[in-house]
């Protein structure tokens, strides 16, 4: 089973920046970021599979999902920053990849324990 480790979450100002990382005890197929509000359902931010990208509409244009190979490192690099963006964020890994099925919490087996981003207005 595969390990992972967030970080990179704070607190910042609406129109700030923040960059999460996710260390990976292995290699996953795929690998995503959730976030989840107080009071709402885990949803999708943003999946990586190989050199495709997905992004949840609300983070389009904004938000930026890359991995470092080498070290199985995934990044989410969120720009522009707004209150409705303030979560937990957790980082997944799953072992397929399904087209339009990314958002699909059923499809990981693997994840992180969350790390909170709060955006202040």
């Known amino acids: 089973q595969v390990q992972l480790v967030e970080s990179g979450g704070g607190s910042v100002e609406a129109g700030g920046s923040l960059r999460l990382s996710c260390a990976a005890s292995g290699y996953t197929k795929i690998m995503a970021w959730f976030r989840q509000a107080p009071g709402k359902e885990r949803e999708g931010v943003a999946g990586?599979?190989?050199?495709?990208?997905q992004y949840a509409d609300s983070v389009q244009g904004r938000f930026t999902i890359s991995k470092d190979t080498a070290t199985n490192t995934l990044y989410l690099q969120m720009n522009s920053l707004k209150p409705e963006d303030t979560a937990m964020y957790f980082c997944a890994g799953g072992d397929r990849w399904i087209p339009g099925r990314w958002k699909s919490i059923t499809e990981y087996n693997a994840w992180g324990q969350g790390t909170q981003v709060t955006v202040s207005s």
């Open positions: 990586l599979v190989g050199v495709i990208t």
